[in-house]
């Protein structure tokens, strides 16, 4: 088998430019069985190890497909870059918060979701400022800025947060008490918190820009989300996305990707020194920044899978009907209908269907 990283470079990529994306495929004679002879899956902390302990290889080995290569999508440097990574056919199965996944479904991108994880928690998305400054809770940020990418968990938690502490987070449509600077780099988050440009953040803080943060004592959590909230119970979940035309094609690659995952995870949790020791090397972060992403609450890698594609339904409509009524400046224009929402949610891979992992 093949290992080889490779970084995705991108200058710029806007909710419009999604609406063109289309994945490159195979020719359009393959058939539903065809075997597909290489496969490009994310590098994520789960599959450097699936890697190194041969649990990808075993499961794709068993449909024929003999090459695997991991690609960095460059979701955590830049956000929405595992998009423009479909667009190149750079990836076959891209990871996104369901949120950002319904938002490029919604702007054209002709994916479907084929797992989605449970409800999320309190800790997935902080909001984040530095320890010394003066502010102690999100009630503090009044007159203030908070940044982070706008089409994310950055964006989607804190504006729950804020708007129920009663200091809603501003939109282009709607005036809040806290603005909101939409900054797609995580590094130039980071700096843009350190500078003191922006008051807080909000983010994973499991991701290594995050991570190194927390680790050396910089910030602290001063908000979190409402344990039975919209973020925690819908748009807060992890999803897995694929173009219809390949998944039609070659539905047991995808199952054979989360067969892995799981079998992955398992042995993750039995062996999080190893793992973490894999993590470090094959993404070439510090050991304990790789042990944290392992371990932090809000790693989102490690969550296990919805069951229910009902369920999956359900959080995108409740999601969407939240955000819009509280000023989302995206959804209104570019959210999908019930009838597509039902069509994006491939009930194949969930309990019941033909491809699950569940059954």
Same mark, same amino acid.
């Given at each position: 088998?093949?290992?080889?990283?490779?970084?995705?470079?991108?200058?710029?990529?806007?909710?419009?430019?999604?609406?063109?994306?289309?994945?490159?495929?195979?020719?359009?004679?393959?058939?539903?069985?065809?075997?597909?002879?290489?496969?490009?899956?994310?590098?994520?902390?789960?599959?450097?190890?699936?890697?190194?302990?041969?649990?990808?290889?075993?499961?794709?080995?068993?449909?024929?497909?003999?090459?695997?290569? *991991?690609?960095?999508?460059?979701?955590? %440097?830049? &956000? /929405? !870059?595992?998009?423009?990574? +479909?667009?190149? #056919?750079?990836? $076959?199965?891209?990871?996104?918060?369901?949120?950002?996944?319904?938002?490029?479904?919604?702007?054209?991108?002709?994916?479907?979701?084929?797992?989605?994880?449970?409800?999320?928690?309190?800790?997935?998305?902080?909001?984040?400022?530095?320890?010394?400054?003066?502010?102690?809770?999100?009630?503090?940020?009044?007159?203030?800025?908070?940044?982070?990418?706008?089409?994310?968990?950055?964006?989607?938690?804190?504006?729950?947060?804020?708007?129920?502490?009663?200091?809603?987070?501003?939109?282009?449509?709607?005036?809040? *008490?806290?603005?909101?600077?939409?900054? %797609?780099? &995580? /590094? !130039?988050?980071?700096?843009? +918190?350190?500078? #003191?440009?922006? $008051?807080?953040?909000?983010?994973?803080?499991?991701?290594?820009?995050?991570?190194?943060?927390?680790?050396?004592?910089?910030?602290?959590?001063?908000?979190?989300?409402?344990?039975?909230?919209?973020?925690?119970?819908?748009?807060?979940?992890?999803?897995?996305?694929?173009?219809?035309?390949?998944?039609?094609?070659?539905?047991?690659?995808?199952?054979?990707?989360?067969?892995?995952?799981?079998?992955?995870?398992?042995?993750?949790?039995?062996?999080?020194?190893?793992?973490?020791?894999?993590?470090?090397?094959?993404?070439?972060?510090?050991?304990?920044?790789?042990?944290?992403?392992?371990?932090?609450?809000?790693?989102?890698?490690?969550?296990?899978?919805?069951?229910?594609?009902?369920?999956?339904?359900?959080?995108?409509?409740?999601?969407?009907?939240?955000?819009?009524?509280?000023?989302?400046?995206?959804?209104?224009?570019?959210?999908?209908?019930?009838?597509?929402?039902?069509?994006?949610?491939?009930?194949?891979?969930?309990?019941?269907?033909?491809?699950?992992?569940?059954?």
């Amino acid at each position: 088998m093949k290992l080889s990283v490779s970084q995705a470079l991108v200058r710029s990529i806007s909710g419009v430019a999604f609406a063109a994306l289309a994945l490159g495929m195979p020719a359009p004679s393959a058939r539903a069985d065809d075997v597909l002879q290489s496969i490009n899956l994310p590098i994520e902390p789960w599959t450097t190890v699936a890697m190194a302990k041969g649990f990808l290889q075993e499961e794709y080995d068993k449909i024929g497909t003999h090459e695997i290569k *991991l690609l960095n999508p460059g979701t955590a %440097e830049l &956000s /929405g !870059a595992e998009a423009a990574m +479909l667009d190149r #056919g750079g990836l $076959a199965i891209a990871q996104r918060m369901i949120y950002p996944a319904t938002v490029h479904r919604a702007n054209g991108l002709d994916a479907v979701l084929v797992w989605v994880s449970v409800p999320s928690d309190e800790f997935r998305t902080p909001v984040l400022a530095l320890k010394d400054s003066p502010y102690q809770s999100v009630k503090d940020l009044a007159g203030q800025s908070l940044g982070s990418p706008r089409v994310g968990c950055g964006w989607t938690s804190p504006k729950e947060i804020l708007d129920e502490a009663g200091v809603p987070l501003s939109t282009r449509t709607h005036q809040g *008490l806290v603005s909101h600077e939409s900054i %797609e780099s &995580s /590094g !130039a988050v980071n700096s843009a +918190l350190l500078s #003191g440009r922006i $008051a807080a953040t909000a983010t994973h803080t499991a991701i290594p820009s995050a991570a190194a943060l927390m680790l050396t004592g910089q910030v602290k959590v001063i908000g979190r989300s409402p344990k039975d909230g919209v973020y925690v119970d819908a748009a807060g979940r992890v999803s897995y996305f694929v173009m219809r035309e390949f998944v039609d094609k070659y539905p047991l690659a995808v199952k054979a990707f989360l067969i892995a995952r799981d079998r992955t995870d398992a042995w993750i949790a039995q062996h999080v020194d190893e793992a973490s020791e894999i993590v470090a090397r094959d993404t070439r972060v510090p050991l304990d920044i790789a042990k944290y992403e392992i371990t932090d609450p809000s790693s989102f890698d490690f969550m296990d899978g919805e069951h229910s594609a009902d369920a999956v339904v359900s959080a995108i409509e409740r999601f969407q009907a939240y955000y819009i009524d509280h000023g989302d400046d995206i959804l209104p224009d570019h959210h999908l209908t019930d009838g597509q929402v039902q069509t994006f949610v491939d009930r194949r891979f969930f309990a019941g269907g033909q491809y699950s992992v569940y059954n």
